[in-house]
Every structure is written in C-alpha cells, then in structure tokens.
C-alpha cells in the first residue's frame, strides 16, 4: 500500500521540487494550496493527487479539512514570511498555530511529521561560526522569531510521542526561485552589486539535497526530535561564486572595480540600524559577513550526496539565462 502523504506549500518553490520528486516514487499524495490559486502554478501537479485549498493562516478551516483526512507523513513547508503588511498575528497564525494543528494530527495518528524550519533562528548571521544545535538563537525579525517558537512547540510535543524530525535550510537554490540566488545571479550580469575586500564565506542549499533529506525521512526510522541544517557541504567564499557566475554569464571573472573596503559595508550596517530598517542592514551583513552552519549530522545520518555550490548553481544560472531571454521577447 502506497504512503500518503501531505505537503503544505506545495506550489512554492520547495515545496513544488518536493511534490515532482514524491510523484515519482508513486505516493500518494494530498497537497495545501492556498485558496485562490492560479491554475496556472498547479500545473505539472500529479494528476491524482487531491488539492485542498486552504489558508494556513485560517486554523478553524485547516481544521476542518484535517478532520477525518489521516496520512502516514506530513511534510509541513508552507509558511509566510515578509509580505507587506504582515504583522505578528499573521505570522503566529499561518506559522506557529498551523504547525500546531498539523503536529496535533500526525501525534494522533502516528503519523511523521518533517517541519521546515530555517537556520534564519540563527539570525542572518549567526553568532557563530558554524552555526549548530548549540548555537544561540536571535529573532532578529518576526519570521525567525517564528520559526524559533515553532520548533520550540514541537520540541514540546516530540515528549508526548511525536515523530518529527525538523530541517533548517540554508538560502536554497535551484532553478524556479526568484529569491537571493536569482537576485545575486541579476545584480552580477548587470553590474549592480559591490563586494568586500574581504570576501565572506557564505552558505547555500541546492533545492535537490532537501528533496534528498526528505525522502531520505521519509523512509528511516528518524530518531523523534531529530534536527538538520541542511545546506551543500562546504561554504563558498562570495568571490569565488562571483567569478564563476560572471565567468558562466560573460566568460570573464567578477569585474574588481566593483570591489570596495570592507568598513563601507560596516557602514551600511550601522546605518541602517540606526534607521532601523533590518531588510538593508540584513542586506548589508548577507554580502559583508560570513555565515555558514555545521552539516556534518545531516550528511551522515541522512547519506546525503555531497553538493558543493560551485559547480551546483550552473543550473539556476542556465535558467536565469532562458528567464532573460524570454523577457526579452
């Protein structure tokens, strides 16, 4: 008999990569979508998978459509995070009372339950360096504040017999992805960003090594409570990604006149701190500081195969490629 799973987030862009992947292996599946959804973003779903529409945000709905629905694994990705307007009912919403609502019903029914968290409970970037179990948690905004108090619900739960393992991606990649990646593959071809003297080490996740760790749960016998930082074995110095995007966009490395002293970044912080607008100031710290997170326990425990950034990102390079291409027409 097949397993059924549900996937929240399906239409994201994780949470899509994950739901092509379970197809394949023929599950069957039930997937979260927002109420409202453009066919268009459903398309290439399984034929057979049931859609539900429902808002995340909406518990006395979820509830409902969790009632009398049971399923072997929850796959929990669907979340907000900085939308305009969004304020802390929102996100204790469609983030913390949701997960609760979908703990609460794999607890019921035996059923695993993998939580999406981020490694942003660290902070943009972290205190230090890697970034572990052990390492202090900053909510330097409201979306980590949430995902801290979510993993803080399960940790809670896992006591009275849940069986959640929780994974921590890092800033994924992967073709489909409008996010930092995409921006940072945008800003180099049309020479809009400036870089540090000091390059900083920085962290990302291939889309496809979180599909790995999910199916990878999906079939262990997951120790309840277990917790991943998922990203692709070793740092890359920004740099060296510079170069070897622009190298790939223009066959040349990273144009060093766009390299500047390290202390206007520190500048830039300070700033934006002052103007307390933390979307700049992160902005700041992402290109200026390192940050990168101890994967060794997920690599072992989940036999990951090993992902290294240079030379995974060429593919979402290739589709930044046809994206632009295909703006021009």
Known sequence: MNKRILITGATGFIGRHITRQLNIRKYDLSL???????????????????IIPVDLGNI????????GRNFDVIVHVGAIRNRPKTNLEDYQKANIFSTEQLALKAMDTGAKF????????FGAVPKELPATEETELNADNLYHWSKIEAEKLIDRYVLYGLKASVIRPAITYGPGDFGFPYSLIKMIDKKRILLPVNSPL???????????????????????????????????????????????????????????PDFLFKLGVKFFHFL????????????????YYEVDTAYQNLNLKHTETIPGIRSTIEWYKKIKEIRKT
């Open 276 to 291: 307390r607008n933390p979307v700049w100031e992160n902005r700041f710290k992402l290109f200026s500081q390192s940050w």
């Open 60 to 67: 006395k709905n979820l509830k409902q459509v969790l009632k």
């Open 202 to 260: 920085i962290h990302l996740a291939n889309v496809e090594t979180l599909v790995m760790a999910v199916k990878k749960i999906i079939e262990i016998d997951d120790k309840p409570g277990s917790i991943y930082n998922i990203a692709d074995c070793n740092p890359v110095n920004l740099m060296k990604l510079a170069d070897f995007v622009n190298k790939e966009l223009k066959n040349k490395p990273f144009p060093r006149a766009l390299v500047i």
């Open 114 to 121: 993998i939580f999406f968290s981020s490694v942003g409970i």
């Open 32 to 50: 979260l979508v927002r109420p409202g959804t453009n066919k268009k973003r459903l398309a290439g779903f399984p034929e057979k998978a049931e």
